[in-house]
């Protein structure tokens, strides 16, 4: 099972380079803090992709708070959470359009 992540910034149409993403799995109801990185100048969090993810219920959290700070926003929501289960031999792609205002979120899941 692997993840494709990328995050584009929705108010000046570029990759939301530096956006802090954090991986966590459910264990016993709770969701724990698997990883953690940073999407890089094209939007994408290249280093998810060499990640082993067995099968379970994951929680990917994007800090939008700290990314738009930094450019003197002040967000609707300071992150946003996109749940899934993990199946063996599947890949999923999620693509984030994000602005202070909202989120879209685009998910697809295939082998």
């Given at each position: 099972?692997?993840?494709?992540?990328?995050?584009?910034?929705?108010?000046?149409?570029r990759p939301a380079a530096g956006l802090a993403v954090t991986l966590s799995r459910e264990f016993d109801g709770e969701f724990v803090r698997?990883?953690?990185?940073?999407?890089?100048?094209?939007?994408?969090?290249?280093?998810?992709?060499?990640?082993?993810?067995?099968?379970?219920?994951?929680?990917?959290?994007?800090?939008?708070?700290?990314?738009?700070?930094?450019?003197?926003?002040?967000?609707?929501?300071?992150?946003?959470?996109?749940?899934?289960?993990?199946?063996?031999?599947?890949?999923?792609?999620?693509?984030?359009?994000?602005?202070?205002?909202?989120?879209?979120?685009?998910?697809?899941?295939?082998?």
């Open positions: 099972m692997s993840v494709s992540v990328r995050v584009v910034d929705g108010i000046y149409g698997r990883w953690t990185g940073r999407a890089d100048e094209s939007g994408q969090v290249l280093s998810m992709r060499e990640l082993s993810l067995p099968h379970g219920a994951y929680r990917l959290e994007f800090d939008l708070g700290e990314y738009f700070s930094t450019l003197g926003y002040a967000p609707k929501n300071s992150s946003i959470g996109v749940c899934f289960t993990a199946n063996p031999g599947q890949v999923y792609q999620i693509t984030l359009l994000v602005s202070p205002a909202n989120c879209i979120i685009f998910s697809e899941a295939g082998q």
